[in-house]
């Protein structure tokens, strides 16, 4: 079976602080995806990035910035100089990939509280 | 208009009744699932659809059960709603064409009292 863990709970910071949320995974499979999702207040499910086992290339979006160690089986997201409007909740994913009964199925993380003052 | 729609956004019914919850999508997927959140737990998966004929169990479908109309629909029945089924509710869609990226309606808020 999958897991997901997120071990913050919460974090709260600054805004224009750098800020890392922390996902580890445990899978046997070799080949799945890892997802990052951000749950504003509003309540819905925003998807921010999928990343294939297959590429550890780390990847940069404007502040939001991923790395992928398989090594380490961590998937982090770093968010650089926070801004107000990052205060969600975020959630870490995988699902496996090929066949099987677990295949096409997200296992989230419990997600990760950020709250960004002012 | 959103991709994926879910009806209705808030409901309060009491213990016993039965509702159902829909979920809609214009995003052409194949795959279909039905999520609940719960403070602290993350999101869990109730039941699952890959095509109209396949339905499959998540893990925690007692108590609920689902129905797929079209592609592009998908139900969820509470039988006989309980107190502990209070949550946020999500429905999504995949494609393998699309990597298998779940995408998320916007949520129904259950109250059972």
């Known amino acids: 079976a999958q897991k997901v863990t997120q071990a913050q709970t919460e974090i709260s910071v600054v805004e224009k602080e750098d800020v890392t949320l922390d996902c580890v995974y445990e899978t046997r499979d070799t080949t799945y995806y890892l997802f990052w999702y951000k749950q504003p207040p509003s309540g819905e499910l925003v998807f921010l990035i999928?990343?294939?086992?297959?590429?550890?290339?780390?990847?940069?979006?404007?502040?939001?910035?991923?790395?992928?160690?398989?090594?380490?089986?961590?998937?982090?997201?770093?968010?650089?100089?926070?801004?107000?409007?990052?205060?969600?909740?975020?959630?870490?994913?995988?699902?496996?990939?090929?066949?099987?009964?677990?295949?096409?199925?997200?296992?989230?993380?419990?997600?990760?509280?950020?709250?960004?003052?002012? | 208009d959103a991709d994926v729609t879910q009806t209705p956004r808030n409901r309060i019914t009491k213990t016993g009744k039965r509702i159902m919850l829909e979920c809609s999508q214009t995003k052409g997927h194949d795959r279909m699932y039905w999520y609940r959140q719960d403070p602290g737990l993350g999101l869990r998966l109730i039941y699952y659809s890959f095509d109209v004929k396949d339905i499959n169990k998540g893990e925690i479908s007692d108590g609920y059960s689902v129905s797929r109309q079209a592609q592009a629909k998908f139900s969820l029945s509470l039988e006989s709603a309980i107190p502990n089924q209070t949550a946020l509710y999500f429905c999504a869609t995949s494609d393998l064409r699309h990597g298998e990226t779940q995408y998320f309606g916007p949520g129904t808020r259950l109250l059972v009292l």
């Open chain 1, 50 to 118: 999928r990343r294939n086992s297959f590429d550890e290339q780390n990847e940069i979006s404007g502040r939001y910035s991923w790395n992928f160690q398989k090594s380490t089986s961590s998937f982090n997201f770093t968010i650089t100089a926070s801004q107000v409007v990052d205060s969600a909740v975020y959630f870490c994913a995988l699902t496996l990939l090929g066949g099987g009964t677990s295949y096409g199925k997200l296992t989230f993380g419990q997600g990760t509280i950020l709250t960004v003052h002012p």
